[in-house]
């Protein structure tokens, strides 16, 4: 008799709620018959998840119009807390926000996607279109292909059978590519997007990883391409990198022999 692997069990009212949560962080806010429409719910099914998921305070309710309650910050905040590279790596990322005056931010990788941990801008221009918990794909992004560095190539291979999606005219989507791509970041140590991600928006990335190569995750930094000239893209903020994430590891190596 043939049994069904545990890990592949699921329970659809629960994937149903979480869909609904995706829907309305990706649109801001949205009304029971929009998010019928956009998920493939009746209207009246998906107004009984929305009025637990009120009840429970994930939602909210204002005329009509449904969005994002406070209560998941809590259980970001805890997730986030417990990781290590968050604890040793915030204020490095805060110095590169600094110094680069862009948008810097510490990212780790999840079941084969880069997940923002902390984000840091010290300047009141325009927002970039990241945000705190965003998740992208790790070849399209300079934190992303900077972690596949760490990897090995097994791990990569794995991570390469998913297809690699196109962002931009930019992104690179040719395997054998992108794997010339990661034997450079492992000599020079930093990963560089140029509108690969975003159009009109360059980074620059270096992988975190301890002395035995464990990968812990990636610090970047982000900006317009009107901003972020050549000689700044290639030079200085590298260069800014490098200081920090030697810190970083430095911090990393430190912690662990002491604890």
């Known amino acids: 008799m043939k049994h069904e692997d545990e890990e592949s069990k699921t329970i659809k009212s629960v ?34 998840y929305l009025a637990t998921l009120r009840k ?12 994002l309650g406070l209560r998941p910050l809590s259980y970001g905040g805890a997730a986030r807390e417990r990781e290590r590279v968050f604890q040793i790596g915030k204020d ?38 990241t945000h705190l918990g965003i998740q992208e794909d790790l070849h399209s992004t300079a934190a992303g292909k900077a972690m596949l560095s760490v990897m090995s190539d097994s791990r990569i291979e794995a991570i390469l059978e998913r297809g690699l999606v ?12 992108l794997r010339a791509e990661i034997d450079e970041i492992r ?49 200085t903020i590298p260069q800014e990198i490098r200081n920090v994430s030697g810190v970083i590891e430095i911090n990393t190596t430190y912690r662990d022999w002491i604890d």
């Open 56 to 67: 429970q305070n994930f939602v909210e309710k204002t005329d009509g119009v449904y969005q």
């Open 92 to 129: 490095g990322v805060d110095r590169l926000a600094r110094t680069t005056d862009e948008t810097a931010r510490l990212v780790v990788e999840r079941q084969g996607y880069a997940v923002t941990l902390y984000q840091s801008t010290h300047h009141d221009r325009e927002t970039l279109p």
């Open 15 to 48: 994937e149903n709620a979480i869909l609904i949560l995706e829907e309305l962080r990706g649109c801001g806010q949205a009304g029971v018959t929009e998010l019928s429409d956009r998920i493939g719910l009746s209207k009246g099914t998906v107004h009984h």
């Open 187 to 235: 000599s020079r140590g930093i990963a560089f997007d140029n509108e690969e991600q975003f159009d009109g928006v360059r980074c620059v990335a270096a992988a975190l990883a301890t002395e035995v190569d464990e990968l812990l995750g990636a610090i970047s930094v982000s900006g317009p391409v009107d901003r972020i000239d050549d000689e700044t893209f290639y030079e």
């Open 166 to 177: 196109r962002h931009t005219d930019n992104t690179v989507v040719d395997a054998d590519a």
